[in-house]
Structure formats: C-alpha cells, structure tokens
C-alpha cells in the first residue's frame, strides 16, 4: 500500500467524516425544527389557553357563589351583570378552544368543556335569581350544584391542561435529546475531522460546540425561571440558529405561563380576603364530615384556634371543642348538635341560643357529594331589637300600660270567652282636667301625672283585671268576674276616689277627676267595637253630668248617634262648599332648609270653632267621606305645591279606606296630571293599618305609585302590629319615627334605645328617616346627633295656611340657629 493510496484513503476518509458531520447537523436541526413547532403550535398554545379558563372559571365561581350572603340588590345586579360577562367570555373561549387542531384526547375533553358550560352558567343564573330575590336557602341550593359542576369543569381543565403540558414536555424532551445527540454527533466528527482534517474543523467544531452549550445553558435557567436575556444565537442563519429561535419560542410561552399562574394565584388570594370578610360565619364539610373550608368569621364566632380550622378537621373535634367551651346550646341534644354543625341530610334552617346569651341563625345546604354547606348569623341584637319593638308596639312608652294594640286583644279574648253567667265589664275613662295641667304646667308635669294615674288604677285592681292607656288622657279598664253590675260600681268609685286624690309633682299639687262610662259585656255588645263604642258612649254621658262621676251605659244614649249623624252632615257640607283648609307643616334637614311640607286639614266651623281632625277624620272614615275629602285634600294640596320651588316636595296621607277603594292610584295620576306637579315631588304617607288590610293588593298599589315617581313613607313607625316586617315586604323611602318615641327623649333611656335602633336599621336599609313631634331644642339636638336627617314638629313650625309658608320658612331657620 502506497503513501498515494494513504493519502487518498485518508482524504476520503474527510470527506465522509465531513458528510456524515453535515447530514446529522442537518437532520438533527430537522428533528429540533419540528419539535419546536410542536410546542410553539399545540403544546404552549394550550397550556396559555387551560390557564385562561381556569382564571376566567374562578372568577365566574367568585362572582356565583359569593351571591347567596349578600343582602343588597344593587351589588346582586352589578354581580349579575358580571356574571353574564364572565359566562360570555367562557362560552367564547370554549369555543375558540373547538376551533383548533389538537390530538384525539384533546378534543374529546374539549368536547366534555362545550357539554357542561351550559348547565353552569344555567345553574349560576338560578342562584342569581334566588339570592337577588332573597330566597336564601334556593340561592344556596343551586350555589352548590353550581359548586358541584364547576369542580367537574375543573377537573377537566386539569387534565386538558396536563394533557396539553405532557405534549409541550414531550416536544422539550425531544427538543433537549436532540441537542445532546447532536452534540455527541458533532463531538465523534470534530475528533475525527480534528485528526483528519486538521485546526480547521477544530474551530468550525467548537464553533458549534460553543454555541449549543450557551443553547443548553440558556434552557436550564429557563427551567428555574431565572430572569434572563434573549436566546443566544437567535439572529445566526444556520440550523444552530433555527434551534435558538425554537428555544427563544419556548421562553415566551413560558414566560406567559408563569404570568397566567401568578393571575390565577391573585385570584385565588382575592377569594380569600371577600371569604374571610364576609359579615356571616360559612363551613364546609364533606361526606366524611371532615373541614373542607371555613372563613374567619365562623372561628372568630365559636373561638375556634386555629388547628380547628384547617382543610381536614374532624366535625367531631370542632363539636367537642364547642361543648368544652360552651359555645353550644344547652338545651340541644346531641343529634340536635349535629343539626347545629349542619350534619343533617337535608336542607335545615335553626336558630342556637348560646349560654353566653347569644343568639345564632344557622342556614345549611347539602351538597351532592354528601357534604354540606352552613351559614351562621349571629343574630343576637336584632332579636332583642324585634323582642324590644314587639314590646313597644303593644305598651305604652309613658305609663308601661298596655296600648291599644293589647288592649283589643284582650278585649276580643274576653269577648270569645264570655258567657250569661261569666260577665265582665268594660271601663272607658277620661282624665277630668289633664288638659288645663298641660297648658298651665307643661308636657313634662303631664307626662308625671299619667304616670302616677296608670300606678293608681293598677292599685285598684285585681290581677285578673286589666288596665290600659288608649292615648291622651284616655284608659280602659276591663274588669274579669263581674257577678253583679253593683261590683263594677263599686270599682268605679274606687277608681274615682283615687284619681281624684291630690298629686304633688314639683312642688305643685294638683286635682283632677276621672269620669268613667261602664259597659258590661255580653249584655251590652257581644263585638269589641260595640262594647267600645257603648262604654264610650257611657263615659261621654258622665262627663257631661260633670267632673268625678261614672255612667252605665243604657240603650237611650244612642241619642249620641244623632249627634254624630249631625256632624257628618256638616262635614259634607263643608267639604261641597269648600269650608275646610288646608294647613302646611314643614320637614326640614339639620340645617335647617325646608325638604318638603305635610298637608293638614283643617275645619273652622262657624258655631263651634275649630273641630279637631281627631273628631271629623275618624268620622270620614267611618262614613265613607275620606275618599272625597282625601282627593281634595291631594288636589288642593298639589295645585299650591306646584308654585313652590321645585326642592321642596308635598306630603298628603292617606288612609286604609282610600286604598281599599282601589281606585287611589288612578286618583293620584289624575291630580298630577291635571295640577303639572311632577311625581317625585309628591310623598304619599301612610300608617300601618293600610297594610293590614288585602295587603297583596296593597302592596301592588303601592308598587304602582312608587313606578310612577312618588315617594311613599311609613308613618308611627314601630307602634304598629309588625313594622318589620312590612319593611321586607316594601321598599319604602322613609320611614317616620312616631312622636311617642321622640317625646321621651332626654327623659326615658328606653325611648332614646328605640330611636337609635330605628335610625341604625334604617341606615342599613337605606331608607330615609323623618322624627316627628319634636316639641323642644333638647329633642332636636338628640335627634340630630344620633343621626336623624329630617325633622317635624311644634319646635321648627306650627303648621301655617299657604299664604304663611314664607313665614314658616323663615321660623324654621331661626329655630335651628337657636338648637345649635
């Protein structure tokens, strides 16, 4: 063998070393091109797109299942509308996800995403629905169907993104491999082309050898998430090139990645922070009744340490823990306790008085998987405010006595158990001379006074009997037992004796009598108005005899009824002649400026003076006039308001029997339109008794009148039957605080207790609030300071003619200048 030969072979031997080194540069870089493709087309693109909805899943879920606990209609619609959008952009993404080319596994899970979309976002208008029209417990139910198969999507998501995250680390892996089979490649023809052919494929061989090292390098960090620069080699025009621009693909989606984690992680903290500061305490459990979640509120509430409220805890450690500490009811028996955690199979609603005193609302709903959600309220102070105002509502706040309210109850119980042979009588009283002690000594020497008549007649009686105060200087009596009419005589002059016994009251005696009309029952009526009405009658008979007597009521006192007949005439010919007035009371704020006027009727009878509306309104009332009288009362009242600024707006009451007519608001469409007073300045009050009558109907009025623009107003709020439940059944826009509340102001603790938490609770409703009967400075200053923003009453402004407005204006402000 010749060195020719040698030389040639060796030469030849290069140039296959030289093709060999080419062809797997160039099939290697092949493979990388491809795989980078790969990632850069389906791996990335789905991993960017499972993390997209997952982040818009949470915030869908946020918005839906946070809708049950809250109470105000204005965020439920901003919550709706949110979760239209959320749901929207779900829907859209799912379908942009359809839209692609993906592997068979793929695809079938996002066919699984584009089946059950629908159900959720059917679920989760279903728990809009049912929280925004308060219906808790439905709100709750779907929340957790809702919960039920938003974790299915979940777990589809998951797996999509798993799936579609194994493609991308496939396509990395085979990216990774190549690169080093290339280099080894490169590496095993670099030596042989190094001894073959000479320095120059050493330098074109570490050349490459350099590059894909800083290649390689560049990925690790990547895969620690360092902060770095852009890929080495990218801008190179060779197959090294093409790979750092694959690579230089994978970090951007990578980047992108971990920005969708840190989104989807600040949405994951933003749960918890609306979770934890939730006003109600929430837990759940599982099947296995072990702790899947609870808020801080419910820790805070039972004094849960915090190994009691981590994912996993046993229900029965939380249950020990609570009876240790007794934070449980001691009435509950053990199953009971269970109800209280929420452990029960069915949707349960309870109520746990606690040992402490406190009072707990517990709501739970079952989930599917056989777990259960429960929301506990500590309603505690709201049940001492309802037990406080159900007081109040049937007591009267000077005395203690019964009110009217009781006081007919009692009487229609009476009524229903009486018998011939069981009789009881009925007293009706009037304070003899209370009037003149008022005007000659004031209110405060009045108050006194009825306070020490309502501890006399108690002393008179026995504790079957009962004793009530009806308004004014007004009582009833009804006395239990009476065996013969002599007994209830007795009691009588028992009664008068001791009422018209001296009272000293800072340092002034007075006397006054008591006049007193009997009626015994069932002989004198066997229904409470007719028996009312009798002993009324009765009373009305001895007090005209004169002061100090009693009277039983005898059939010829009907003769009354004339009388009454008489006045009803004269009613309606003022009312046709236009001989009643309409007087203006104004409504101002705490500064003073006039926010609107009550309207007042008024009637100026030629012979005898001036007629109180407490005599001629209950006689419209009863004789069906109020209809007439009230339209010409809002027509009048309208057709003055209407020249006013257009700040100040017009206050007309109606009542019970105007609104039982049915045809109140056709009436009040027809005075706004023919007077031009635009609807937003007319307030329409009413009382409690409106709404006890055909209250669905009511409440549909109501409704109607509240579309057109006018503002209603619950008057004498809390003397009523259930004042708080009537604010649940309409949105009214104030509320007016009756003057018995306000008279007790700075001399009863009790009356200031009721008027902070009428205050309180209409601030949380939102609604306005108006204090009537304000009579002094001291009352104004309280009022204002506890919040009141409208007040009424003799201190600001008797009520004035319409061409005194200007007068009651001014006065209004001197009188607030004077308060402060």
């Known amino acids: 063998m010749g060195i020719a030969f040698k030389l040639y072979c060796v030469a030849a031997l290069s140039a296959i070393a030289v093709a060999v080194l080419s062809i797997s540069a160039y099939h290697f870089a092949r493979v ?39 109470v105000d209609r204005a965020r439920l ?36 995403f584009a089946h059950k979309l629908p159900r959720l976002i059917g679920l989760g208008q279903e728990v809009m629905f049912y929280a925004y029209n ?144 939730m006003t109600h305490g929430l837990c759940m459990f599982d099947a296995g009744r072990r702790l899947i979640v609870c808020n801080a509120r419910y820790a805070r509430m039972f004094g849960l340490p915090p190994e009691l409220t981590r994912p996993g805890t046993p229900l029965r450690d939380i249950a020990s823990y609570r009876l240790e500490h007794g934070t449980f009811a001691p009435s509950l028996q053990p199953t009971s306790n269970e109800i209280a955690l929420g452990a029960t199979p069915q949707a349960t609603r309870i109520t746990e008085e606690l040992p402490d005193g406190r009072v707990i609302a517990i709501s739970r709903q079952p989930m599917p998987d056989g777990g259960w959600v429960a929301v506990h309220e500590d309603v505690t102070e709201r049940r001492r405010a309802e037990a406080r105002i159900a007081y109040i509502a049937k007591h009267d706040q000077l005395t203690g006595l019964p009110n009217r309210v009781l006081f007919r109850e009692q009487l229609d119980k009476a009524l229903h158990n009486a018998q011939p042979e069981a009789k009881f009588a009925l007293f009706c009283l009037d304070l003899d001379g209370f009037k003149g002690v008022n005007d000659s000594l004031g209110h405060p020497v009045g108050d006194q006074l009825l306070k020490i008549v309502g501890e006399r007649l108690l002393k008179c009686l026995t504790p079957k009997d009962l004793v009530a105060r009806l308004g004014g200087d007004e009582f009833a009596i009804i006395q ?67 002061r100090g007597s009693y009277r039983f009521f005898e059939p010829a006192m009907r003769a009354n009824i004339e009388a009454k007949h008489s006045m009803e005439l004269e009613l309606r010919h003022a009312l046709s002649n236009g001989k009643l007035d309409v007087y203006y009371q104004p409504i101002v704020d705490h500064l003073g400026k006039v926010k609107s006027f009550e309207v007042l009727t008024r009637w100026f009878h030629p012979e005898f003076g001036e007629i109180r509306p407490g005599q001629f309104i209950p006689l419209a009332e009863e004789t069906g006039l109020i209809a007439a009288l009230g339209e010409w009362s809002l027509r009048t009242a309208c057709t003055t308001a209407v020249k006013w600024p257009i700040d100040i707006n017009i206050a007309v009451n109606l009542s019970a029997i105007q609104f039982r007519g049915g045809d109140i608001v056709q009436t009040v469409v027809d005075v706004l339109s023919s007077t031009g007073l635009p609807a937003k300045r007319l307030e329409i009050e009413i009382t409690e008794t409106v709404l006890l009558e055909n209250n669905a109907n009511t409440i549909s009025m109501l409704h109607q009148l509240r579309e057109l623009g006018v503002s209603i107003v619950l008057d004498d709020f809390g003397t009523g039957y259930s004042s708080l439940s009537y604010l649940r059944s309409f949105p009214f826009d104030k509320l007016k605080i009756d003057q018995s509340f306000v008279e007790g102001l700075g001399k009863s603790d009790d009356s200031l207790a009721i008027v902070q938490a009428i205050i309180t609770l209409a601030k949380s409703l939102k609604i306005g609030v108006v204090a009537e009967g304000v009579e002094t400075a001291e009352q104004f200053r309280i009022l204002r300071r506890e919040g009141c923003k409208e007040f009424q009453g003799f201190f600001l402004s008797r009520p004035e003619p319409s061409e005194k407005i200007d007068l009651a204006l001014a006065r209004c402000g001197e009188r607030i200048r004077l308060a402060a």
């Not at 979760?83 to 068979?104: F, H, V, W």
């Not at 008068?496 to 004198?524: F, H, M, R, W």
Request: hydrophobic share 45%; charged share 25%; net charge negative.
């Open 32 to 70: 990388t091109q491809t795989a980078a493709r790969s990632v850069y087309h389906q791996g990335f693109p789905g991993l960017e797109s499972a993390t997209r909805l997952q982040t818009m899943l949470e915030q869908y879920r946020r918005i839906v299942e946070t809708a049950p606990a809250e």
């Open 480 to 546: 239990a037992d009476v065996g013969r009419p002599e007994d209830s005589g007795e009691i009588a002059r028992a009664v008068i004796a001791t009422v018209s016994a001296p009272y000293l009251i800072e340092d002034n005696q007075i006397v006054i009598d008591a006049s007193i009309g009997i009626a015994v029952a069932p002989q004198d009526g066997a229904d409470p108005d007719v028996l009312l009405r009798n002993a009324d009658m009765a009373m009305y008979c001895a007090k005209a005899e004169g």
């Open 134 to 277: 308060f219906a808790q417990d439905k709100a709750l139910e779907y929340a957790a169907l809702h919960a039920k198969t938003a974790d299915e999507i979940q777990d589809l998501i998951q797996t999509y993104r798993d799936r579609r995250m194994a493609l991308a680390n496939s396509a990395v892996v085979r990216l990774h491999d190549n690169a080093q089979a290339l280099i080894v490649w490169i590496v095993t023809c670099a030596l042989a082309a190094l001894i073959l052919i000479g320095p120059l494929g050493l330098a074109m061989t570490r050349d490459v050898l350099s590059r894909l090292a800083r290649i390689t390098d560049y990925m690790t960090r990547l895969a620690r998430h360092d902060q770095i620069e852009d890929v080495p080699s990218g801008s190179d025009q060779d197959e090294v090139g093409d790979m750092a621009r694959a690579v230089e693909v994978f970090k951007d989606d990578a980047v992108e990645l971990l920005e969708r984690k840190a989104q989807l992680e600040s949405v994951i903290v933003q749960l918890d922070v609306a979770l934890n500061n």
């Open 77 to 112: 619609s901003a919550s709706q509308r949110a979760m239209t959008e959320s749901g929207a952009k779900l829907s859209a993404l799912i379908d942009e996800l359809a839209g692609r080319q993906a592997d068979p596994e793929s695809k079938a899970i996002e066919e699984q």
